[in-house]
């Protein structure tokens, strides 16, 4: 038994973490907007609604899909570090908080380019919810109230100011609260009316690279008006019959593929969902796939990187016998080759959908607001290494590693599923778990978010450390433990992600979505 029921529609689906976001793209898309214009509403809503997670000065992966030329499409929202950020700048490290641990932000050039691709309906219509939510209030979700509530318990110096700037108050709101942001209203009024450009060459570009230079940061205007979105072909591999599309470099989607293509070796179906072998041998390709991403990932424009290779079945199955399916492994090295987000998903009347993934990385990014403009900024920066020999090495205009990454799947060339999920170095894990739930044990999109979870962080050489959560079969767990995982049981529903699945029926053409009850958000469908 699910916690709630699938959402099936005819026409189109909204699927989002936060309610309020979803109604404005279903709005959209109950007056003829296409899937693009119905994802920037829920988009430009989000950044309003769930500023710990995403925001105007954050970053988006999209992935796209047609349905008249069945062609999918990967655009990369990240922004690169400013030039003045070089190595040299961090003597102890990049900090995780103040506005010079900040890229260029992706997020608004991330609309301009799907508006300009697949929209149909002017942004200042588009943008109208957001503006509205900004201006005259909205009020607070638990989400947002936990999480201001829980930055503010830290007494660090940097959460005062930011709930100063982002809502006008010294202490955390409450859930219910209706809280106002004049400034955020005014700079998504400017770019309603002149445009996105005016994020990265007009008066809101003027106002954060003013507020930068005054606080110690390193984003010029020149940094800003030379940003452009990377539009590109997905990266693909096939599992199980199925065409799976993943975000390209800078994005670490090839891990998720790397995973289903060991994977693909086993038979799972067989093993059982949740058992003790079917979690063991994603565990062990985890390990795998994640050793090359800290090996060979880095910005594809500055370093090489061996993705043709790395996707290859024969690769695949070289490293797959590096798995005993009797003991955990240590972590491994790499093969030899020649934190808080929000994800949503929309689908329209036509067949076309956009796989959406939009964050400021870790909970309320870098902690600063630009005076004048209520936009809040990432902290994507300290995705970087300093390390000279790591193929992600800051370097000035170059962009860093990402964990950002969504997907959506194809069967032939029709659209099956479209799914993803928050989560820094989790996510990849999770949509493993949620695609192998699908494929491999015929689970609906509801059964398939619900399902207990795991996630595994291996930050030296040993086994790592397996938190799964308590509803997992307890002789899963007990097994787990006797191969050899250091496993650490968590409450129920408390894995750190939130969900969003959607899957076409191929008969019908109806849409059944799913949403994470980890979440405050839920699919819409008319």
């Not at 309020?20 to 214009?37: I, Y």
């Not at 450009?197 to 390193?218: D, H, L, P, S, V």
């Not at 995705?383 to 590693?401: H, K, Q, Y």
């Amino acid at each position: 038994m699910t916690s709630r029921a699938v959402v099936v529609a005819p026409h189109g689906v909204v699927a989002a973490s936060q309610p309020l976001a979803a109604s404005a793209g279903l709005h959209v898309l109950q007056q003829g907007g296409t899937f693009a214009d119905a994802a920037i509403a829920t988009s430009a809503v989000l950044a309003v609604v769930e500023p710990m997670a995403s925001h105007l000065g954050g970053d988006a992966f999209i992935i796209t899909y047609d349905a008249t030329t069945h062609e999918t499409t990967a655009l990369n929202g990240s922004g690169a570090a400013p030039m003045e950020a070089r190595p040299e700048r961090f003597p102890n490290g990049i900090p995780l908080r103040g506005i010079g641990s900040a890229s260029v932000p992706g997020l608004v050039a991330a609309w301009r380019e799907l508006l300009a691709l697949y929209g149909t309906m002017p942004l200042e219509d588009l943008l109208r919810p957001a503006i509205d939510y900004a201006r005259n209030g909205f009020p607070v979700g638990r989400r947002l109230a936990q999480a201001c509530q829980a930055a503010f318990d830290t007494g660090e110096q940097w959460v005062g100011p930011m709930l100063n700037g982002l809502f006008g108050l010294s202490a955390p709101p409450r859930q219910g609260d209706v809280v106002v942001q004049p400034n955020l209203a005014w700079s998504l009024s400017q770019i309603a009316a002149e445009g996105p450009q005016t994020f990265y060459r007009g008066e809101i570009a003027t106002r954060i690279a003013r507020f930068a230079a005054a606080n110690g940061g390193w984003m010029a205007a020149s940094d800003l008006s030379r940003h452009r979105t990377q539009v590109s072909d997905p990266i693909r591999t096939n599992y199980r019959g199925y065409t799976l599309h993943g975000q390209p470099p800078v994005s670490q989607g090839h891990i998720l593929l790397q995973e289903m293509n060991l994977l693909e070796g086993f038979d799972l179906s067989g093993m059982g969902a949740g058992s003790t072998s079917t979690i063991h041998h994603m565990v062990e390709a985890k390990k795998l796939a994640f050793a090359d991403r800290h090996a060979y990932l880095g910005d594809p424009d500055r370093v090489d990187i061996p993705l043709e290779k790395l996707l290859s079945k024969e690769y695949a199955a070289s490293r797959r016998q590096l798995i005993d399916p009797d003991r955990a492994s240590a972590t491994p090295k790499a093969g030899a080759v020649e934190h808080d987000t929000t994800y949503f998903l929309v689908a329209d009347e036509a067949g076309n959908a956009a796989s959406f993934i939009q964050s400021v990385f870790h909970g309320f990014g870098c902690g600063a607001v630009a005076e004048g403009t209520g936009i809040l900024f990432n902290n994507r920066m300290t995705g970087f290494s300093l390390d000279t020999e790591s193929p992600n090495f800051l370097v000035p205009g170059r962009r860093t590693a990402h964990t950002l990454n969504a997907y959506l799947v194809t069967h032939g060339s029709e659209l099956a599923w479209v799914g993803g999920t928050p989560g820094g170095d989790v996510q990849v894990q999770s949509n493993m778990q949620v695609l192998c739930n699908i494929i491999d044990f015929g689970m609906d999109p509801q059964e398939a978010v619900e399902a207990p979870r795991w996630q595994h962080s291996s930050p030296d050489d040993s086994v790592g450390v397996l938190e799964i959560e308590s509803r997992c079969a307890a002789e899963a767990i007990a097994g787990l433990r006797s191969k050899g995982h250091v496993v650490n049981e968590i409450p129920p529903w408390s894995h750190g992600s939130s969900y969003q699945l959607l899957w076409r029926d191929p008969q019908t053409g109806a849409y059944h979505a799913g949403s994470d009850p980890r979440c405050d958000g839920h699919a819409v469908g008319y």
